[in-house]
């Protein structure tokens, strides 16, 4: 599933990306050592974490995709590492249990 698809399913916005980034599974983490040791790659990211160590974790683990829950902002740094490193932020009005079971046609993540 690529970001616009996964902007779509979540009823989210695609803030940052081409909308092509791709995503096979699902993590849904905030604790981000949590994610850095269980997330697999090509990973959507469920979270509520908008700070720019999230995508330093996301670039660790090989994740193209976060999807920022309740609405919550991307700010000015976290959106220019986002689109130095490739990786789509989609922001949701949803929570992380409801993004999940949107996209869990994905399937967990596995590492």
Do not use: W
């Not at 791709?22 to 994610?35: H, M």
């Not at 990211?45 to 700070?51: D, G, P, R, Y």
């Not at 683990?61 to 220019?80: K, N, Q, T, W, Y």
Request: charged residues 20%.
């Amino acid at each position: 599933m690529n970001s616009a698809e996964i902007a779509a399913k979540t009823g989210g916005r695609l803030e940052v990306g081409t909308g092509e980034e791709k995503a096979a599974a699902v993590y849904v983490g905030d604790l981000l050592s949590d994610v850095m040791g269980h997330a697999g790659e090509e990973c959507v990211l469920v979270t509520i974490q908008n700070h720019l160590n999230t995508i330093a974790v996301c670039t660790l683990v090989g994740c193209e995709v976060i999807v920022l829950c309740h609405s919550r902002p991307v700010p000015p740094d976290m959106a220019a590492s986002a689109r130095d490193e490739g990786i789509a932020i989609v922001t949701t009005p949803l929570s992380q249990f409801e993004a999940a079971m949107a996209l869990s046609g994905l399937g967990a993540s596995k590492k």
